[in-house]
């Protein structure tokens, strides 16, 4: 049965969240001082700016290191690379991220017995959202809204409407599906592609039709829209290239 364990919390959270970890279980240390992460420079900047710590809060930082059980949070470099010296009773690692494979790999955590876990799914919502304001930008042209303003200049236009647009979302997980989702809501004829597709009802991840990831290059014939939201890995590493981008001007 284990006594206590340390959780060191390495980037910025609201205080009301803090609490509630602890509330999880009387175990539970948490080590965080917001003092020795970097400077917020804007709300929600989990990151903070260029760290900057004295002695003493270096000293600090250090003795979290290492009386830390668990990590929530990022680890910066020089650390990283040699985090079990640092923390020699590290066991677990959450990053608030979901993306996190490329840094495992640099700083050689894949050799490690430590358990790394994500936040994956968690930003489905705000990603979506920004996906759908992305597309809205080019069909209701605000480039050159913005130019007319500019100008001090007005003058009617005429703009067009996603409903009339295709959507193909490459990569069908928490984000992608709900990227999918607010395409349909938006009157969008969506198509997608996922590493695993047979078996798969295209309802449950919110698609028209679902492709195989051997027919990208048939689904991005059709497409005026796509969302590439895969991990980064050797199996995704260029999936989008030159051929790719030239699918739909080649389907006549």
Not at 102 to 113: A, F, I, L, P, Y
Not at 167 to 177: I, N, P
Request: aromatic share 8%; proline share 6%.
């Amino acid at each position: 049965m284990v006594d206590s364990l340390n959780i060191f919390i390495t980037f910025h959270i609201e205080g009301k969240l803090v609490e509630q970890i602890k509330a999880v279980d009387p175990r539970l240390k948490i080590l965080y001082d917001p003092d020795i992460l970097g400077k917020p420079r804007y709300l929600n900047d989990q990151h903070g700016g260029p760290v900057n710590r004295t002695p003493e809060q270096e000293a600090i930082w250090l003795e979290y290191l290492k009386e830390a059980d668990i990590i929530l949070g990022y680890v910066p470099r020089p650390y990283s690379p040699r985090i079990m010296e640092y923390a020699p009773n590290l066991k677990w690692v959450q990053s608030p991220s979901a993306g996190i494979a490329q840094e495992v790999k640099r700083s050689g955590w894949d050799k490690t017995d430590l358990l790394l876990t994500t936040a994956s799914g968690v930003h489905a919502t705000p990603l979506a959202e920004f996906c759908i304001m992305s597309m809205l930008m080019f069909v209701k042209d605000y480039f050159h809204m913005a130019e007319e303003k500019n100008r001090k200049h007005w003058q009617r236009t005429c703009t067009t409407e996603l409903r009339t647009k295709t959507l193909a979302v490459v990569g069908l997980g928490s984000v992608g599906s709900e990227v999918a989702r607010l395409g349909g809501a938006m009157g969008m004829t969506v198509v997608g592609t996922k590493r695993t597709t047979e078996g798969v009802d295209p309802e449950s991840v919110n698609v028209d039709k679902l492709y195989p990831s051997n027919e990208l290059h048939s689904m991005l014939s059709i497409a005026d829209f796509v969302v590439l939201i895969m991990p980064l890995n050797d199996e995704t590493r260029g999936l989008i290239g030159p051929e790719e981008l030239r699918a739909r001007s080649n389907s006549g």
